[in-house]
């Protein structure tokens, strides 16, 4: 149990460790949850102070360490500026400006000590300065506490369905694409359209903020948080089918992007030095530890041709999500078809292979990618010829999906850089 004078030991610490460096001239900023009570070090410090990328605060950083306290977690940033007052004026500006930037502390400091606000902080409840609410105990340490509970988690939710929802568009509105459903063809698809692709979008999104949500809140161990959300991802596959009348929109998206939204919602609401790969990869074990074979495709091509599909993706860590990261530079149409070839040439994808309906096929069509320019005249020509041999490739489209989504996060998240 976290005890006040274990909080006043943490804050001395901290102090120490900004004058250390200030007697070598250093220009200090700290950074630190501003979370009432005596826990803080639980889940909700761990998200605020994870909730934005120091690339956000436009300083010109020359070292960053990040700390983790009684006091709970912070940064120490070892910054260059001639104009102090100006940086304090511009985290001011950041703190009013981002959606949690009340429930952070932002302080400068010279060698001359700390830089004072001109202008003092509002209480989070009322339009009262904080000081005289603390003073005059106008609130409940349980209700600032929700306060700032329920405006963090409103902030990832937000976030989360957003990112997901604009990561799953970006790839459906492409056109042409290779056989894949669009917003103007269904392509190789008889029993898919693009209505039913952003009805079963609109069903399963709830379902990975529920995941989210399950992951930061639980004190279990990792194998247990993926338990929850299996069962979760179980419901999204319900709800999708019955939205779709039985069609499979994104089952395998499902499962893929389940494994990141764990790993990220762990990676960012606890102390951990592991990478979100690497959780993402840890889980992949679990998931598949001793799972039994079973009847579908993914189990022949990996018996028969060694093809091991989504599971072999997910064991290997996405390796080809992580270079599909390097090639997917923006959001353009350019970059994201250039991002989707190069996964349609890497990956082992199974939906390829079934309906490729041999090896031999499975190979020429992999062939033809390597060999496609990407110019118009040559997509299209190739889209023609997927659709002709009823070809698609939506393994590749569901990593494409999980490529843009982690491409979003790695902007507001230092945590998720890889």
């Given at each position: 149990?976290?005890?006040?004078?274990?909080?006043?030991?943490?804050?001395?610490?901290?102090?120490?460790?900004?004058?250390?460096?200030?007697?070598?001239?250093?220009?200090?900023?700290?950074?630190?949850?501003?979370?009432?009570?005596?826990?803080?070090?639980?889940?909700?410090?761990?998200?605020?102070?994870?909730?934005?990328?120091?690339?956000?605060?436009?300083?010109?950083?020359?070292?960053?360490?990040?700390?983790?306290?009684?006091?709970?977690?912070?940064?120490?940033?070892?910054?260059?500026?001639?104009?102090?007052?100006?940086?304090?004026?511009?985290?001011?500006?950041?703190?009013?400006?981002?959606?949690?930037?009340?429930?952070?502390?932002?302080?400068?400091y010279s060698e001359v000590?700390?830089?004072?606000?001109?202008?003092?902080?509002?209480?989070?409840?009322?339009?009262?300065?904080?000081?005289?609410?603390?003073?005059?105990?106008?609130?409940?340490?349980?209700?600032?506490?929700?306060?700032?509970?329920?405006?963090?988690?409103?902030?990832?939710?937000?976030?989360?369905?957003?990112?997901?929802?604009?990561?799953?568009?970006?790839?459906?509105?492409?056109?042409?694409?290779?056989?894949?459903?669009?917003?103007?063809?269904?392509?190789?698809?008889?029993?898919?359209?693009?209505?039913?692709?952003?009805?079963?979008?609109?069903?399963?999104?709830?379902?990975?903020?529920?995941?989210?949500?399950?992951?930061?809140?639980?004190?279990?161990?990792?194998?247990?948080?993926?338990?929850?959300?299996?069962?979760?991802?179980?419901?999204?596959?319900?709800?999708?089918?019955?939205?779709?009348?039985?069609?499979?929109?994104?089952?395998?998206?499902?499962?893929?992007?389940?494994?990141?939204?764990?790993?990220?919602?762990?990676?960012?609401?606890?102390?951990?030095?592991?990478?979100?790969?690497?959780?993402?990869?840890?889980?992949?074990?679990?998931?598949?530890?001793?799972?039994?074979?079973?009847?579908?495709?993914?189990?022949?091509?990996?018996?028969?041709?060694?093809?091991?599909?989504?599971?072999?993706?997910?064991?290997?860590?996405?390796?080809?999500?992580?270079?599909?990261?390097?090639?997917?530079?923006?959001?353009?149409?350019?970059?994201?078809?250039?991002?989707?070839?190069?996964?349609?040439?890497?990956?082992?994808?199974?939906?390829?292979?079934?309906?490729?309906?041999?090896?031999?096929?499975?190979?020429?069509?992999?062939?033809?990618?390597?060999e496609l320019e990407l110019?118009?005249?040559?997509?299209?020509?190739?889209?023609?010829?997927?659709?002709?041999?009823?070809?698609?490739?939506?393994?590749?489209?569901?990593?494409?999906?999980?490529?843009?989504?982690?491409?979003?996060?790695?902007?507001?998240?230092?945590?998720?850089?890889?």
């Amino acid at each position: 149990m976290i005890t006040s004078d274990s909080i006043l030991d943490a804050r001395e610490n901290r102090a120490k460790k900004i004058s250390s460096f200030l007697n070598n001239n250093k220009k200090i900023v700290c950074i630190k949850a501003n979370l009432p009570g005596n826990n803080k070090t639980n889940y909700l410090a761990h998200l605020i102070i994870n909730s934005f990328s120091l690339r956000q605060l436009d300083l010109n950083i020359i070292h960053s360490t990040y700390y983790e306290s009684h006091d709970g977690p912070y940064y120490l940033l070892e910054i260059e500026s001639e104009v102090l007052e100006e940086v304090k004026n511009q985290m001011i500006v950041f703190e009013e400006a981002f959606s949690l930037g009340r429930f952070l502390d932002i302080d400068v400091y010279s060698e001359v000590g700390q830089l004072s606000r001109k202008s003092k902080r509002k209480c989070y409840l009322c339009n009262d300065i904080a000081y005289n609410c603390i003073r005059n105990k106008k609130h409940t340490v349980e209700e600032v506490y929700q306060f700032v509970k329920s405006k963090t988690l409103d902030y990832y939710k937000e976030i989360l369905f957003n990112y997901i929802n604009e990561s799953i568009e970006l790839e459906l509105n492409l056109d042409p694409k290779f056989g894949l459903v669009t917003r103007k063809s269904h392509g190789s698809h008889e029993d898919m359209n693009y209505k039913i692709m952003i009805n079963a979008k609109n069903v399963i999104i709830p379902y990975f903020i529920d995941m989210f949500c399950e992951t930061i809140r639980s004190n279990e161990a990792l194998d247990l948080i993926l338990k929850k959300s299996k069962e979760v991802g179980l419901k999204a596959e319900k709800a999708m089918y019955k939205e779709t009348n039985g069609v499979n929109a994104y089952k395998g998206l499902i499962f893929h992007l389940g494994l990141f939204v764990t790993a990220y919602g762990y990676v960012i609401s606890r102390n951990t030095n592991k990478s979100l790969l690497e959780i993402v990869k840890q889980l992949a074990v679990v998931f598949f530890y001793k799972k039994a074979d079973d009847n579908s495709f993914g189990s022949y091509a990996m018996e028969r041709y060694n093809i091991t599909g989504a599971k072999g993706e997910a064991l290997s860590g996405y390796l080809h999500v992580r270079s599909a990261l390097k090639c997917l530079v923006d959001f353009s149409e350019d970059s994201l078809i250039k991002t989707l070839v190069y996964l349609i040439i890497e990956i082992e994808d199974t939906n390829l292979l079934k309906r490729a309906g041999s090896l031999e096929l499975y190979e020429e069509t992999k062939k033809r990618f390597t060999e496609l320019e990407l110019n118009t005249q040559d997509i299209k020509n190739l889209t023609n010829y997927c659709i002709e041999h009823n070809l698609s490739f939506g393994g590749s489209a569901d990593l494409l999906i999980v490529t843009i989504f982690i491409k979003k996060l790695m902007v507001i998240c230092d945590k998720i850089n890889l």
